[in-house]
């Protein structure tokens, strides 16, 4: 496992070794998302007992799978707090957490909780699930506009419009199944998979959007209070 400060080199958005010594919070920050001191300690903290506990799970759980999980931070300035999991060149597994994230956060449950989240996206394939429906609504969308006579630039917009509907086709199920495996690797890792989806309490309620990317904060509340039920 590596921490990478730059986001640079990385295929595609969503979304190792185990460290054999603690990773280190790297110094490039800027002054107006500058993590507090507790705040870097929380982050390392997370890191070091949930990649451990995600390799082991992606290893266990899948096959032909890269599980070689790389931790990037994205130091851009100006940004909302945000994490993801995409893969780099080499197609291997990285969470990315941009500081602005890792300064918002509470407490370090909630930061090993997203931390879950995001790894259980790789380790339950949404990446190339998601290309593969992306694939297909943009063939079928380009199909129909050439059948009915449309220009090589009505298929092209068809085409980009039937990609957003296709990738967007299962997104909120891939929310509530990560938001499940990651509940389950952050309680694994010893944290509290409760309190870190409290997370959710101070993000905006997306409701339940036709073709919106994310649930309703109610049901990811809900499917983590399942989960934590039935471990503990």
Known sequence: MRLIVAIM???????????????????????????????????L???NAMEPVA?????????????DFQ??????PSQSPNAFQTLD???????????ALIANAENVDELAFVMGHEAAHHIMGHIPQQQQSASQGAMLAGLLIAVSGGDEAAILK???????????????????????????????????ALR????????????DQFLGSHPPNSARRATVQKVVNGLR
Not at 19 to 39: I, K
Not at 56 to 64: M, V
């Open 9 to 43: 080199g990385l295929a595609l958005l969503a979304g190792c070794v185990v460290p054999s010594q603690p990773v280190s919070l790297p110094p490039q920050t800027t002054a107006q998302t500058e993590p507090s001191a507790r705040a870097k300690q929380n982050f």
């Open 45 to 47: 903290m997370a890191v």
């Open 55 to 67: 390799e082991q799970y992606c290893r266990a759980l899948t096959q032909y799978q890269n599980c």
């Open 71 to 76: 931790i990037a931070i994205d130091d851009r």
């Open 89 to 99: 060149t080499q197609g291997r597994p990285v969470l990315a957490f941009n500081l």
């Open 158 to 192: 068809a085409q980009q419009f039937g990609a957003s509907v296709g990738a967007r086709r299962f997104s909120k199920g891939f929310e509530l199944e990560a938001d499940a495996l990651g509940a389950e690797l952050t309680e694994r890792a010893g944290f509290d």
């Open 196 to 207: 870190g989806a409290a997370y959710f309490d101070r993000l905006p309620d997306p409701g």
